[in-house]
């Protein structure tokens, strides 16, 4: 079954990290760019970050300088450290590959 599966969300206060993780299964993981975007309550989804096949990364400005995003193409797994976070980043963040339906995200609230 092809699918995507986030983890790693949680409550964390302002300043502080967490990674997120993305597991794919059933389809040739290292042949895609992959994505990470997010949607705050009561706003649009947004991108956050993209990977391309090669390792190529992208930020939207909103993170730039404090997420990271990376790949481990054996583990067929997609991850986002997030750094310096702060409240407005409190979102569902979802992993993405084109052609592939939304999953259920994985919740981040920072909050003190």
């Known amino acids: 079954q092809v699918q995507l599966m986030e983890s790693g969300g949680g409550l964390v206060q302002p300043g502080g990290s967490l990674r997120l993780s993305c597991a794919a299964s059933g389809f040739t993981f290292s042949m895609y760019a992959m994505r990470w975007y997010r949607q705050a309550p009561g706003k649009e989804r947004e991108w956050v970050a993209t990977i391309e096949r090669i390792g190529t990364t992208n930020y939207a400005d909103s993170v730039k300088g404090r997420f990271t995003i990376s790949r481990d193409n054996a583990k067929n797994t997609m991850y986002l450290q997030m750094n310096s976070l702060k409240a407005e980043d409190t979102a569902v963040y979802y992993c993405?590959?084109?052609?592939?339906?939304w999953g259920k995200g994985t919740l981040v609230t920072v909050s003190s």
């Open positions: 993405y590959r084109r052609g592939l339906n």
